[in-house]
């Protein structure tokens, strides 16, 4: 028996001893089960790794931002952007002539009492080295570096080392938010031979000089330990200027931080934002959806997100729960989608992935109403939304229609249509790949699966480990993908998951979407800084997409929270995951 089913199994008994339950009535949670000062979180998957520059699951981002810490970040009600390490946000100045023409000069300034775990401050040469570690070919850092690409320069002050500008010769709409929410590094522990100070980012960044700069031994010394596991998971390894260190992580089963003795960010008296209150964030990892209602309903943790839709219906309506938890849907700035690979033949026809767009049916069934359809990769509450795109309807008559037109037809009579490609007879047979332990996309693979049939195509499903899930869609071995996209608050910046340069190695374009126009578009948008001009070329990017199909959009969630009512100031936020634990205070009478 494995550990999910049998750590469900004892939840479950617990819950049949439990007093009300033996005396006949409605099972009430163990009430005040721990009241130490500690966030216990529910969550559905383990992070692959403990490092933002290359790790990839949205678990992983959400830890790592208690860990690490950033220039800038966002106001948890309000989205504004606001200082963390910097005193202010900072002075932008467009630049006009020199080296940098055409391009921008942002300058900021650490805080004085910012300092690393070891007690010695943080400065620029830190960002200098988190920026040279982000864009060393090396490193696997394909998701993240087309965000960064616009650095080419940092020159940190002699005098000051808290004080640096950030230049750059392209005149970008995200630099001020990318350049200050990305999580800075102590060059000490994670370069403490000064490996990376052999290059230039200059020289990184000249593309004609990527493979010399594979065969730089400094280079590859530094990318050699840092993709090492365990520099991403030990916790002697794992160091960040963060609230919280890593305590202790049982792949499979927690993870827990705890709260540094001494973080400097309590010694700052002017920002409501630095905020470390829990003693512990303790992060307990659920795959079976009856496991995670147990969990619940014995008030064994604090904090679940992204709960199953009849779930959070039927546990919102139950007294028991109610009585110990708060119950929230705030928008969820994300979306769901089925990505279909464009590099397979079956797939290449838009017809036939249009087609299998008509053959979902998914907010009116799995969602349960927590849920509204989209139509593009903007999110609809964006002023640049293309509200014109039409949302593709359920219709297996219209999908049988196209893949006619396309050539599919069932010529020997089995159910399945086929079609000859490259001189041989192919089954339309598409494989549904998404990963264990995720209730929606397993749910979505079965409609899909019954749906299909209804246009002769058959649909295999296949569900694996996150990590080996995740790898083979890195490296397009797929046919089908389930996943979803969080969208960040500020403006959308398409060039990661949509430009064509994404389409290689591991990056994010894994559909292969995109030609010379859709990449010029991408372009202008990063560097129109005209909100009713970049609006319309956002506009006209969707309708790209959308005539491509090379994803089928599905839904935009509501989150479904519950938060423990032993604390407060635990407010939703529309920021993912939908709370900021750091900002729980424990209510004095508990």
Known sequence: MDKVALTGIISFVLLLLSPNFLNGNEPHILKNYNNKNEVTILTRASPDLLNPIISSSADATYIEGNIFSAILSYNPQTLEIVPIMAKSRPKITEIEEGEFAGGMALEWELRPECTWPNGTPVTGHDLVFTMKAVKNPLIPAEIIRPYLNFVRHIEVDKDNPRKFIVYSNDRYILAESFIGTFPIYPEYAYDPEGLMRSVSIKML?????????????????????FNEPSTSMDTTKVIGCGPYELEKWNEDINLILRKKKDWWGHKVKDSPHLQANPDKIIYKFAYDKEEIKSLIQLGMVDVVSDILPYTFTELSASYFASQEFNFYTPPAPSYYYLGLNRRNPKLRDVRVRKALAHLLDICNTIM??????INSPIHSSKIYHNKSIPIIPFNPKKAKTLLRKAGWKDTDDNGIVDKIIDGEKVQLELEY?????????????????KTAQLAGVKINIKVQEWTMFLHEIKIRDYEISSLAWVQGAGLDDPYQIWHTSSSKGEGSNRVDFGNEESDKLIEEIRSTFDDKKRNELYMKFQEIVAEDQPYIFMFQPKERIAIHKRFENAEPSPIRPGYFETYFKLKKDE
């Open 433 to 449: 790949k998404y990963n264990s332990g995720n209730s929606i996309r397993e749910q979505i693979g079965l409609h899909l699966q």
């Open 205 to 225: 960044n000249d593309t004609t000089q990527t493979e010399i700069l594979k065969e730089n031994i400094q280079l590859q010394k530094f990318a050699n330990v």
């Open 368 to 373: 349960n109403g927590f849920a509204s359809p």
